[in-house]
């Protein structure tokens, strides 16, 4: 019998996690957060230090729904608090202020990565309000900026893609600017860019034509197909001579740079990766009648 706070699916050796009876324990309640932490208080040896009369019933219930369900974390926020409430003219709003630099993230576990998905998935569902409380719950909590950045740069490829071009131009350069100013400044740049991306048309086309292209090379023989010779390089005389690249044409000394060429491997010469359309063609029932 073993038990983890981390999740088993990235910290468990799959051959040992199929063998076992995995059991998810849920979050605890508000309510059951409160009576945690009232027994705390009125059990004596649980705190180092008494409490002062900052530390009531509406401070209790405010840590009870900041804690996300965790009684480690409500009693860890609870020795704070008593320790800051002991402190000459300090008030429950500092008290309060204090507590919003340690919200509950966890940088190498699943709020680390549950967030940053959310983040993108917010982003490309075109809801800029959603994905700047992600992109802010991330920086408040001490994540590190270039991995929002970075990921910033692949949602302006992935998502917005060809239906504006520019967003790819606006994502590197929000990575370069959170590299050279750092924070608390370039939260702007990344707010700016969270937002730009948001509300840009979004197209999946060039994603999913190069994932199409990806999916024929895990079919037998195709990754190994023998280019074509009158694309093949010919740095040297022996390539020359068999041919490589003599029947190649140049596209721009034609007119309009069109000519009839062929590109493919000859196994693949009917074979198209490219999609044509921006986005998907399904429906979701949830918008009808609306």
């Given at each position: 019998m073993g038990a983890t706070t981390e999740n088993p699916s990235f910290k468990v050796q799959n051959a040992l996690l199929s063998r076992c009876r995995t059991f998810t324990l849920?979050?605890?309640?508000?309510?059951?957060?409160?009576?945690?932490?009232?027994r705390a208080l009125t059990t004596e040896g649980v705190l180092d230090t008494k409490p002062s009369e900052l530390v009531d019933s509406e401070l209790i219930a405010y840590l009870a729904a900041f804690s996300d369900g965790d009684a480690r974390t409500a009693?860890?926020?609870?020795?704070?608090?008593?320790?800051?409430?002991?402190?000459?003219?300090t008030t429950k709003e500092e008290i309060k202020a204090a507590l919003t630099k340690t919200l509950v993230y966890d940088r190498a576990g699943d709020q680390h990565y549950d967030t940053i998905s959310a983040l993108h998935k917010s982003i490309r569902g075109s809801d800029p309000t959603a994905a700047l409380y992600y992109l802010a719950r991330m920086?408040?909590?001490g994540e590190d900026p270039l991995f929002i950045a970075r990921r910033l740069v692949v949602v302006a490829s992935e998502d917005v893609g060809l239906a504006d071009n520019s967003m790819l131009s606006l994502a590197t350069a929000t990575y370069t600017a959170v590299e050279k100013i750092g924070m608390p400044e370039c939260r702007i740049a990344l707010g700016h860019c969270t937002v730009a991306l948001s509300l840009a048309p979004k197209s999946t086309r060039s994603y999913r034509s190069l994932n199409n292209a990806y999916a024929a090379l895990g079919e037998p023989g195709v990754a190994s197909l023998p280019i074509p010779v009158h694309l093949r390089n010919a740095?040297?005389?022996?390539?020359?001579?068999?041919?490589?690249?003599?029947?190649?044409?140049y596209n721009p000394n034609y007119k309009d740079g069109k000519v009839k060429q062929e590109y493919m491997p000859d196994a693949l010469r009917n074979r198209v990766f490219m999609e044509e359309n921006d986005l998907g063609t399904e429906v979701d029932p949830d918008l009808r009648g609306r």
């Open positions: 849920q979050k605890l309640t508000d309510e059951h957060i409160r009576l945690i932490l009232e009693l860890n926020l609870l020795e704070l608090s008593v320790s800051i409430s002991n402190r000459p003219d920086l408040q909590s740095p040297t005389k022996l390539m020359k001579e068999l041919g490589y690249g003599a029947e190649y044409k």
